[in-house]
């Protein structure tokens, strides 16, 4: 059974940064393509972001590219998620997961989820 736990959220003014970890046990990351996810007050979860195992190639919504950044370290069972320039649109609880991409190219969430982490965007 995997288990992910998410931190690093927090509250920062628009224009800030935020830099979310995510440690994964219970599995063999270094074989699984990992994504973030977030859920906003309302709203349905949406992904964000995913990358490969071996961190080749990463993956974006379009709200995201060119502000966001993700990467891991395979070495540490653990997948970042760099947050430049925020908006109070990114403001949510963000969550990573193993993923899976389906025929039409869109990335879901394979297995169980973390708890979040809070991410809120002052403007």
């Known amino acids: 059974q995997v288990q992910l736990v998410e931190s690093g959220g927090g509250l920062v003014q628009a224009g800030g940064s935020l830099r979310l970890s995510c440690g994964v046990s219970?599995?063999?990351?270094?074989?699984?393509?990992m994504g973030w996810f977030r859920q906003a007050p309302g709203k349905e979860r949406e992904f964000v972001a995913a990358?490969?195992?071996?961190?080749?190639?990463?993956y974006y919504t379009d709200s995201v590219k060119g502000r966001f950044t993700i990467s891991r370290d395979n070495a540490k069972n653990t997948v970042y998620l760099q947050m430049n320039s925020l908006k109070p649109d990114d403001t949510a609880v963000y969550y990573c997961?193993?993923?899976?991409?389906?025929?039409?190219?869109?990335?879901?969430?394979?297995?169980?989820w973390g708890q979040g982490t809070q991410v809120t965007v002052s403007s």
């Open positions: 997961a193993v993923v899976t991409r389906s025929y039409d190219g869109s990335w879901n969430a394979y297995g169980s």
């Open positions: 990358i490969t195992w071996n961190g080749g190639s990463q």
């Open positions: 219970g599995g063999t990351f270094d074989s699984y393509a």
